[in-house]
């Protein structure tokens, strides 16, 4: 059994300058906890494989293409392959996220 705890996880440097813990690493998928302060936002990016995102605390916008929404704790939103997206936190409060890749990326993504 192999147990992992946030404040153990290791850190993640990204090039969205955000803070990002890597909690599940394998040949099948990645998790990654990602948390945005106020004001913070992932910049516009395409991944090569199928991306989805689980809302942990907060509020916070996600933009999938051309579609966006406000998204709320205990919310799932499936992102899919080679469609650029970002998310944003416009509020008050801490916006914190799992990022769940399927299957693990081998390529590297694609910054707008």
């Known amino acids: 059994m192999k147990i992992t705890s946030y404040n153990n996880a290791e850190k ?17 998928a990645q998790v990654m906890h990602m948390q945005l302060k106020p004001g913070e936002a992932l910049k516009k990016h395409s991944t090569p ?3 989805f995102f689980y809302v942990l605390e907060g509020e ?5 293409g051309d ?5 709320t704790k205990d919310m ?6 080679k469609i650029p997206h970002r ?10 996220f799992l990022v769940v890749k399927v ?3 081998t390529e590297q993504t694609k910054m707008m």
């Not at 993640?12 to 099948?28: A, S």
């Open 67 to 71: 579609e966006q929404q406000t998204i």
């Open 49 to 51: 494989v199928d991306v």
């Open 103 to 105: 299957p693990r990326q």
């Open 12 to 28: 993640k440097d990204n090039p969205h300058g955000v803070t990002v813990h890597k909690l599940y690493d394998t040949e099948h």
């Open 60 to 64: 916070g916008i996600v933009e999938i």
């Open 87 to 96: 998310l944003m936190n416009e509020s008050d409060s801490l916006f914190r």
């Open 76 to 81: 799932l939103v499936d992102s899919p392959a």
